[in-house]
């Protein structure tokens, strides 16, 4: 589709937050992933750096999303709620017809993002706390 679109006033993106680093080597003009909503500092640093050609550095920070994102994306609205509350920006609260996010994958989501991703990843809501 990039290549398709070249010479048009058409840009590409992708959603999948483990392919972006792929992406906007090949000519996508950005992203649209879930994994960027948590981490939205980490995947505008990723596309900073591939526009600088800091290729080296946005390789690394894509490689840091993939263990949020396989954790992440099986599990669709419970894991991202679960998400949110690691990152202590609201409840865990679900409405039917969702279930929790199963353990040990809900404990193993929260210690991951507590861990491995902080303020200078994530939100200026996460630097408050």
Same mark, same amino acid.
Request: overall charge neutral; proline content about 9%; glycine content about 6%.
């Given at each position: 589709?990039?290549l398709a679109t070249r010479d048009l006033d058409f840009g590409v993106m992708v959603a999948n937050g483990k392919l972006i680093y792929v &992406?906007?080597?090949?000519?996508?003009?950005?992203?649209? &992933?879930?994994?960027?909503? /948590?981490?939205? @500092?980490?995947?505008? +640093?990723?596309?900073? #750096? $591939? @526009?600088?050609?800091?290729? =080296?550095?946005?390789?690394?920070?894509?490689? @840091?999303?993939? !263990?949020?994102? +396989?954790?992440?994306?099986?599990? +669709?609205? %419970? *894991? *991202? @709620?679960? #998400?949110?509350? #690691?990152?202590?920006?609201?409840?865990?609260?679900?409405?039917? %017809? /969702?279930?929790?996010?199963?353990? !040990?994958?809900?404990?193993?989501?929260? +210690?991951? $993002?507590? &861990?491995?991703?902080?303020?200078?990843? =994530? *939100?200026?809501?996460?630097?408050?706390?």
């Amino acid at each position: 589709m990039v290549l398709a679109t070249r010479d048009l006033d058409f840009g590409v993106m992708v959603a999948n937050g483990k392919l972006i680093y792929v &992406s906007l080597m090949v000519g996508c003009v950005g992203a649209a &992933s879930p994994e960027a909503a /948590f981490l939205p @500092k980490l995947y505008v +640093d990723m596309y900073n #750096a $591939v @526009k600088a050609g800091n290729l =080296t550095r946005a390789w690394e920070l894509q490689q @840091k999303v993939f !263990p949020f994102s +396989d954790l992440l994306q099986p599990f +669709d609205v %419970p *894991s *991202s @709620k679960a #998400a949110l509350l #690691a990152l202590g920006l609201g409840e865990e609260h679900l409405s039917r %017809p /969702f279930l929790p996010m199963p353990e !040990p994958h809900r404990q193993m989501l929260i +210690d991951l $993002v507590r &861990s491995d991703y902080g303020p200078e990843y =994530t *939100s200026p809501a996460m630097a408050r706390r």
